[in-house]
């Protein structure tokens, strides 16, 4: 095991991988500590039925497209697994040191010191690519939940099985929130979700993926030093959506019309009781607007390309449907319909072992488009890091290159210093 | 996503001193303590349901503030409660403080946006069962039950692009977000 090199990557999951890669062609020794084992977040992470929001064709990495049959599918967990399994066998040539967990990075003579369970690395440049949801966001009110009531993470649930028989308080209406409302649902649990802001938008639009006209029209390749509130779109919900074989669309009204019931935002509580805000109408209309922007946008770009008179027509869907008369308040103590709660409340990620100052006062890195502020650090697979495609596998490609590029002119300068 | 419009007027004027709104939400964001406020009332009873409450002083900015004047508003019940009607009913000032606030958030993103207003009109409404504050019916609840707000807005902008706006001033609105959402209220009392 070599314990100097010039740059060591942390985490060896597509961002990771992706790095090392364009590293290599750049001739940047280096190695990558993975905590487990390769894609090791969709091993443990992610519940059975979830496949990619993205379709097949939409996983581009350095050195790699899909070249398959379906190339509009959805990739199951076990497909992902095997993808980024496969990429990191054929195309990443740098050591992967698994079950090496970092304890903690310091800066240390100019470069930094990683402690990791298998001993210290010595590097002149970090790359932080441990994923965007390490820890699940837990609303602090959690804490007035009776105690013996169920509670799971979207993180660590896996089934209904999962959970006991009996209601579900999902909380969250993102992609998250509502395919799991939608499982548990179907096995026969009455399903209670709680929504706040939230972004729907249909499966397919005039014939083709939502996430092929985003990716045509130019929206995910919006930059992070170009938008009006970037702190905002870094923390905006995942759009509801669910990769099926069907092509199905997943949202509140698909919810409503299978059983599932809404109420607004968890507020707090009080006594054991769940209390609501009385946004839910607002949150929907908000949603209900922000689509039609979007689908204007794309009927923009149909028009212009001259698209429009080779795909379907352009049309536009419902309004959410909303209660009538959504309770603001649900009884969580024992005895009542509600036997477990499923927080669907997002994600940040655990940078708690980077022992360098380059947090914020709310604890978030300061960096800009992935360049850390600290010489020599970088950081990648967060939501709109460099562009909004940054969110998805996808967006791994073009942040490497870039991000690959500033780490050679960063070495270079130091070493004709 | 940035919204486009195309009714956007650079002159738009309505009265929206938006550069200092943006140049506030800047300083502040750089120290937090700044953005610390404290809003204030006092109230005064004066006969049967007739008070009078007072506000002149407040706390931002990390120092004691005050209004240009000092702003009275009187409040009462009507005379079909057995009262004098020396002013609106407390929940109806509720309401007017979410039309104002809500009214004041559209005048603001509208500037924001450049759309200019010509009238903004917002008539509200809040059902509200009384046998629960006459103690008649334990199980109603004491406020509103419902309220609906109706915005009535004339302005150089598409149907789509007033609804924006109207849903993004609920999105930023105090009221709102006091009405909407639970608080925790500290009552103390002493002998004066």
């Known amino acids: 095991m070599r314990r100097t090199t010039t740059a060591v990557i942390i985490g060896a999951g597509h961002a990771g991988l992706a790095m090392s890669r364009c590293l290599s062609e750049r001739g940047i020794d280096h190695v990558l500590l993975e905590r487990g084992e390769v894609a090791n977040s969709w091993k443990r992470e992610r519940w059975d039925s979830l496949r990619l929001l993205t379709p097949n064709w939409m996983s581009r990495l350095p050195g790699y497209q899909y070249q398959g049959s379906d190339p509009n599918g959805y990739r ?53 690519a441990s994923g965007a949801c390490n820890i699940a966001n837990v609303p602090a009110c959690a804490e007035g939940l009776p105690s013996d009531l169920f509670t799971i993470t979207s993180r660590a649930y896996r089934n209904p099985s999962t959970l006991p028989e009996g209601g579900v308080l999902v909380v969250g209406a993102s992609s998250s929130g509502t395919q799991i409302a939608d499982e548990l649902q179907r096995s026969g649990r009455q399903v ?18 939502i996430q092929w006209w985003l990716d045509a029209a130019g929206v995910y390749d919006e930059r992070f030093d170009e938008m009006e509130n970037l702190s905002r779109a870094r923390s905006l919900a995942s759009i509801q959506l669910v990769g099926s074989p069907s092509r199905r669309t997943l949202d509140l009204n698909v919810l409503g019309e299978r059983g599932v019931k809404l109420v607004g935002r968890l507020a707090g509580m009080r006594d054991g009781v769940a209390l609501f805000s009385g946004s839910l109408a607002n949150m929907c209309k908000l949603s209900d607007l922000k689509l039609e922007r979007l689908l204007d946008r794309i009927d923009e770009y149909a028009d212009r390309t001259g698209l429009a008179s080779a795909v379907e027509p352009s049309h536009r869907f419902e309004p959410t449907r909303l209660p009538s008369n959504p309770p603001m308040s649900l009884d969580l103590r024992g005895g009542g319909e509600i036997k477990s709660v499923v927080w669907a409340t997002g994600f940040r990620p655990d940078h708690s072992w980077i022992d360098v100052d380059v947090f914020d006062r709310r604890g978030r890195m300061r960096h800009d488009g992935g360049v850390v502020d600290a010489p020599g650090m970088y950081i990648m697979g967060l939501p709109v890091l460099r562009t909004r495609r940054s969110t998805f596998i996808d967006g791994a490609a073009a942040d490497a290159r870039a991000l690959s590029a500033h780490m050679s002119a960063f070495l270079a300068v130091r070493q004709a210093a | 996503m940035t919204i486009t419009t195309n009714n956007t007027n650079l002159n738009a004027d309505n009265g929206v001193n938006v550069e200092a709104l943006l140049g506030a939400r800047e300083q502040l964001s750089g120290m937090p303590a700044a953005a610390q406020f404290k809003w204030r009332a006092t109230c005064e009873w004066i006969n049967g349901a007739h008070s009078r409450s007072t506000v002149q002083n407040y706390f931002g900015l990390g120092a004691e503030q005050s209004h240009r004047t000092k702003f009275t508003l009187d409040a009462d019940h009507p005379e079909l409660f057995a009262a004098s009607d020396n002013g609106v009913t407390p929940p109806e000032l509720a309401l007017t403080a979410l039309a104002s606030c809500l009214t004041a958030g559209v005048a603001s993103i509208a500037q924001m946006r450049k759309i200019q207003l010509h009238s903004v009109t917002a008539t509200l409404e809040g059902d509200m069962d009384v046998l629960a504050i006459l103690g008649a019916d334990t199980d109603a609840r004491n406020g509103f039950s419902n309220i609906t707000v109706r915005f009535e807005i004339d302005a150089d902008a598409s149907e789509q692009e007033i609804e924006a706006l109207v849903a993004q001033s609920q999105k930023r609105s105090a009221v709102f977000d006091i009405i909407s959402n639970p608080t925790n209220i500290n009552v103390e009392a002493c002998k004066a």
Not at chain 1, 192 to 209: I, K, M, N, Q
Request: proline share 3%.
């Open chain 1, 76 to 128: 199951t967990l076990s497909q992902t697994i095997g993808f980024i399994e496969r990429y990191a066998e054929t195309m990443v040539s740098a050591p992967i040191y698994t079950h090496t967990q970092v304890r903690s990075v310091t800066r240390r003579d100019g470069g930094y010191a990683v402690v990791t369970n298998q001993g210290t690395f010595r590097c002149r440049a970090v790359v932080v």
């Open chain 1, 192 to 209: 209670t979700l709680s929504v706040g802001e939230h972004l729907r938008a249909p499966r397919d639009y005039r014939g083709r993926d």
